[in-house]
């Protein structure tokens, strides 16, 4: 049986000096292009609101170590939580608190107007009530979620969109070699900014401090319950040393200092705006654009290009 030909299924190449000559070719086009979208870099930065950053410090608060090895065995045999000597789980959990929706349901408990602060288009004041916000991009993106059989209509802000927004919003900075971690939060109102992150520190730290305090009197409670009963000199003074730890316990967590979370001062922001970044939107402008281009005069030029070069 004859043997067939090999079949070349590859496109035809093009010469890289006909492409330099066709992107010569259209340069007029590719300026155009490419002060199209410069020109729509400016128009943002023009109309997009400046943002600014406020930061909140804070580090792990200090304590004193509360027992022996042997007092935090029996603690733990018992189900009763001991406190860690440089408060390391306390302030995980209060960064990890920061976005709960506890946090959320707690800090609009604790200041109601904040929820018209940051939803501040949607808001009415007028008619005391919420209301769809406008503009194209809510309109655009009500049409994408029809679109895509997601539409739910208008909800006003709730705890559960609070929440929503912290997660957004919310950035973490800890480094290794550091003691101090960054709490940072973006806004339009630098006021805001640190009105939020300060309610924020009082509401996580009131929260796991008010845990604190139940534990330690479950605790105590049940150390009590036991030292009536319990006749054997060795287990009652191992008793009366973790009683005496978890009374500690909730005399630090009872006191009106920071609990979880020392703040190193207040929220602090920034003078100037740090978003949108001018340098990074016009270097942004201009990868698109010469890209855009490109492509714009490849296109122009495609039938001349692979004229004569197919197989």
């Known amino acids: 049986m004859p043997q ?38 400016l128009i943002f930065l023009r109309s997009a609101p400046p943002k600014y950053t406020s930061k909140l410090l804070v580090t792990t608060t200090s304590s004193a170590s509360l027992g022996s090895s042997e007092i935090g065995g029996l603690a733990s045999l018992a189900g009763i939580g001991m406190p860690s000597s440089d408060g390391q789980v ?14 959320a349901n707690r800090l609009l408990k604790a200041d109601p107007e904040l929820l018209k602060r940051i939803f501040q288009a949607e808001w009415d004041d007028g008619s005391k009530q919420w209301r769809a916000p406008d503009g194209m991009l809510p309109l655009l993106a009500g049409g994408m979620k029809r679109l895509i059989g997601y539409d739910t209509g208008y909800l ?17 900075e800890k480094a290794r070699d550091q003691r101090l971690t960054a709490i940072q939060l973006e806004t339009a109102d630098p006021a805001l900014g640190r ?62 200092l920071p609990y979880a979370a020392e703040p190193f001062g207040p929220p602090v922001s920034g003078g100037r705006p740090t978003s949108p970044n001018p340098f990074i939107v016009i270097l942004a402008a201009l990868v698109i654009g010469i890209a855009l281009a490109i492509a714009t005069a490849l296109l122009r030029e495609r039938k001349r290009l692979f004229k004569g070069s197919g197989n």
Request: proline share 5%; no cysteine; hydrophobic share 45%.
């Open 4 to 41: 067939q030909p090999a079949r070349n299924d590859y496109p035809p190449s093009v010469p890289v000096q006909e492409v330099f000559l066709a992107l010569g070719r259209q340069w007029l086009a590719m300026a155009l292009v490419l002060l199209a979208s410069l020109l729509l870099a």
């Open 195 to 256: 009105d939020i992150l300060a309610r924020l520190h009082e509401v996580v730290d009131g929260l796991l401090r008010q845990k604190a305090i139940e534990r330690a009197d479950t605790s105590i409670a049940y150390l009590n319950e036991k030292l009536q009963t319990v006749t054997v000199a060795p287990y009652r003074e191992v008793l009366v040393e973790t009683l005496a730890a978890q009374e500690k316990k909730r005399m630090l967590a009872s006191t009106g």
């Open 156 to 172: 006003p802000p709730d705890a559960a969109r609070l929440q929503g927004w912290l997660e957004n919003h919310i950035e973490i």
């Open 90 to 103: 306390q302030f995980e959990t209060f960064l990890e608190g920061l976005k709960t929706r506890e946090t």
